[in-house]
């Protein structure tokens, strides 16, 4: 089993529709999580953390953590052309020195 | 959001040769690490240095590599002798001091490309 899974796309979505990003991860000790958005050749920019259970929103932004479930999500209202890119779950690894473990990584296509 | 930048943006080396890639915080941080990523592949991390000693390292991380902080400043990432495996994009990240996080921000980047 892979430690952290995203399904890795592309996601297409229409401009203006919501889009939604999934990531499950397997270690349950993990207590932080984070999405980053990288573009083509580019490095990966923070986006969002999460530590509680539930939604956390900034601007069009809202991250779910399911510790139960073992699940993270990113929702993006209104998508723009501008947020095509890949967006990379991390979760960092229980104990030590908080080394990030990514996922894949989604692609997503905003289309007009 | 902290910033770090990082040099070489480019460096193309060949195979067996030593390449150091240096990672500049602007501020002054605690935590560093290294990432890698090969082309069309996930971010890995390699190692994880803290009060000036590696704290933790990746399994990628092996003989070959070593980090520094030779100035209290630069943290660097030294490969001995480089392999073709090794070409992909190296990134710095820094864990700022204050906040309370963990967030890590990274820098732009360095792309090795081993000939």
């Known amino acids: 089993q892979k430690e952290v899974e995203q399904n890795s796309g592309p996601l297409s979505v229409p401009e203006g529709a919501i889009a939604s990003l999934n990531c499950t991860y397997s270690?349950?000790?993990?207590?932080?999580f984070f999405w980053y958005r990288q573009y083509s050749g580019k490095s990966p920019e923070l986006i969002m953390s999460i530590y509680s259970n539930g939604d956390k929103e900034d601007g069009r932004f809202t991250a779910q953590l399911n510790k139960a479930s073992q699940y993270v999500s990113l929702l993006i209202r209104d998508s723009q052309p501008s947020d095509s890119a890949t967006y990379l779950c991390?979760?960092?690894?229980?104990?030590?020195?908080?080394?990030?473990?990514f996922g894949a990584g989604t692609r997503l296509a905003v289309h007009p | 959001e902290p910033e770090v930048t990082q040099t070489p943006s480019h460096q193309v080396t060949q195979m067996g040769q030593e390449v150091i890639l240096r990672c500049v915080p602007i501020?002054?941080?605690?935590?560093f690490y290294w990432y890698r990523q090969i082309l069309g592949q996930k971010v890995e991390f390699l190692v994880s240095?803290?009060?000036?000693?590696?704290?933790?390292k990746s399994e990628i991380f092996d003989d070959q590599f070593s980090v520094e902080r030779p100035d209290g400043s630069n943290f660097t990432l030294k490969i001995r002798s480089t392999k073709l495996e090794d070409s992909a994009m190296y990134f710095c990240?820094?864990?700022?001091?204050?906040?309370?996080?963990?967030?890590?921000?990274f820098g732009p980047g360095t792309r090795l490309t081993v000939l």
């Open positions: 501020s002054n941080h605690l935590y």
């Open positions: 270690d349950r000790g993990s207590q932080s």
């Open positions: 240095f803290y009060n000036n000693e590696i704290s933790e």
């Open positions: 990240a820094i864990r700022p001091l204050n906040g309370g996080t963990d967030t890590q921000y």
């Open positions: 991390a979760v960092n690894k229980s104990g030590g020195y908080n080394k990030l473990i």
